[in-house]
């Protein structure tokens, strides 16, 4: 059977539709604008404390460059190294033969029940319902994606996964889902996941993980958490699985040093993680802690592609901290899931084309407002502006009455007499239709029917009064001029 799609529920319209339901839900945009903010200010609070953030951030934007321009040579480098500390690396071409290698490995062993520490990779290839089909159970043992686990989702954030739900509907879950008393308190509902996660990190035999670092020097890989989990899932049970993308190597093990001052401060705005678990092997002897067998999946799944221009290679530079998507305004306001992919926000919008290809995720480019919030706040300073309008540009997914209308735009203000003209008429409508009565509301109604963008743009905001005076009148009456006549 082949592996589920990673692609939630992707096609040319998909974003439209979920992001309609997104923006009609306020339970959900409340706890985003919760979280988003509380991360963002956490941020800006771990920046004041760090005077060389832009030093950093040009060290890891350089170290990655040179990286990524080479990524043959560090990725032989490595796998030699690996190899020689004891690791069995194996190398898979695209989600089938990741999900394929993964499950033998633990078939090997005759596991039935896998622990899993949080992975974007793993949600990338669709690992867990892969293993489900094969007869194995995987469980979630991030709170986060346990969650989402009990609750049939997809993550709808890098780092956090649960964002879009509350206290409340984390309490009805467990209650429906584990069969306890509802609860709303947060303490509560963390011991009941402890209480029931214990039990599986004890009778597993096989624990599965994502990789934050290769280190091509010493052929090892770095796991960063907060939760305890991962380490968990890495030194109980006999055989460690650890997948990730060719892209996560990086040369020399000093080099590890500002990529641990980025990642954390960037992503949840910690000094450091609360957990760093750099693995050079399995454990030497019976006696000795850890795994007695590490197996790595180095994971293509199109990335060799994205390395053919200099724009399309730096998207593989992304640490996934998920800075970008608690400042993007379109992320805020509909959530991960309307992207219809695991990887949502503007990193998502520009990698998913590259998994699902442009025919389908063609359209993503577009969910943004391209204010450049998104690249001032990436750590490895990856120009998400400049790639998601190279790639709105190669999908061409521009509908007809957009077209047209960025088609009248143009015509009508490179004429500056019709600009102005047609300026003052729009301007008094809009007056007209804000003015109080029948012939106000009428005015508007009239408008939403003439103007669809207009109607659409007005289903989830209101049009903010009019000025008493135009940019234009402003500008030739000077600042502190009095009113010209209208």
Known sequence: MKPTDPIVDLDARSFGRHSREALANDSLRGALDLVTTEFADRREKALSLAPDWEIWREQARAIKAHTLASLDTYLAQF???????????????????????????????????????????????????????????????????????????????????????????????????????????????????????????????????????????????????????????????????????????????????????????????????????????????????GPEAIHLVLLDNGRSNQLSTPLEREALACIRCGACLNVCPVYKQVGGHAYGSVYPGPIGAVITPALAGQDRAGNLPHASSLCGACRDVCPVKINLPELLLELREKGDEAGRSETVGFGAWSRIASRPRLNSVLGKVLTRTLRLSQSPGVVGRCVGKLMRFLVPPLRTWQAGRVLPPMPARSFRQLWRAGLDGEDPPA
Request: glycine content about 8%; charged content about 25%; overall charge negative.
């Open 79 to 289: 796998m030699e190294r690996a190899e020689a500390n004891g690791i069995t690396v194996h190398v898979a071409r695209d989600r089938q033969e990741a999900c394929t290698l993964t499950a033998e490995i633990i078939q090997q062993t005759q596991a039935s029940t896998v622990v899993k520490s949080k992975s974007m990779v793993t949600e990338e290839i669709g690992l867990n319902e892969h293993l489900i089909a094969q007869g194995l159970e995987p469980v979630e043992t991030d709170l986060g994606e346990w969650i989402i686990q009990l609750a049939g989702e997809k993550p709808s954030h890098i780092i956090a996964p649960a964002i879009h739900r509350t206290r409340e509907d984390v309490g009805r879950l467990f209650h429906t889902e584990l069969g306890i008393p509802e609860t709303h308190d947060v303490e509560e509902l963390t011991a009941v996941a402890r209480r029931f996660l214990r039990a599986r990190f004890a009778e597993a035999e096989v624990g599965v993980s994502g990789v934050n670092f290769l280190v091509a020097e010493t052929g090892s890989f770095l796991v960063l958490e907060n939760e305890g989990n991962a380490r968990l899932c890495t030194s109980l049970p006999k055989v460690h699985i650890a997948i990730t993308g060719i892209e996560k190597v990086i040369p020399r093990l000093a080099d590890l040093d500002v990529f641990l001052r980025l990642l954390p401060r960037s992503g949840t705005g910690q000094a450091m993680t609360t957990y760093q678990t750099l693995f050079t092997g399995p454990k030497p002897d019976p006696s000795g802690e």
